[in-house]
């Protein structure tokens, strides 16, 4: 299954924000994920048939980071360890390219 770039900016960004572990699973297919804009505000991703949704303001977009966040955490939860490249390394390896 290809990501989309919508898809790998969140992620992205759920993995810079370390938001995977502020995950809270509320039952099986729903979980709820802090605002990373406004303080005491969270939103709901529920899973259903395999497909992300989400309560945030940014649920008609393709993706958003609280979608990515709990991807990122199931991911985790399997043991999988996920790691990215930090910007300056991603930088350094677009000026050699």
């Known amino acids: 299954m290809a990501i989309t770039a919508s898809e ?3 992620i992205s960004k759920a993995m810079n924000l370390e938001l995977a572990a502020q995950v809270t699973r509320v039952r ?3 979980y709820r994920v802090p605002s990373t804009s406004e303080e005491g505000v969270t939103w709901t ?3 259903e048939n395999g497909t992300y949704s989400c309560t945030c303001r940014a649920s008609n977009k393709p993706a958003c980071v ?3 966040a709990v991807y ?3 991911l985790q939860a399997t043991g999988a360890k996920v790691v990215g490249v930090k ?3 991603r930088q350094r ?3 050699a390219a």
């Open 8 to 10: 790998q900016r969140a």
């Open 28 to 30: 099986l297919g729903l």
């Open 45 to 47: 991703v529920a899973i």
């Open 66 to 68: 609280h979608r990515a």
């Open 72 to 74: 990122l955490a199931k």
């Open 87 to 89: 910007p300056a390394t």
């Open 93 to 95: 390896l677009a000026q």
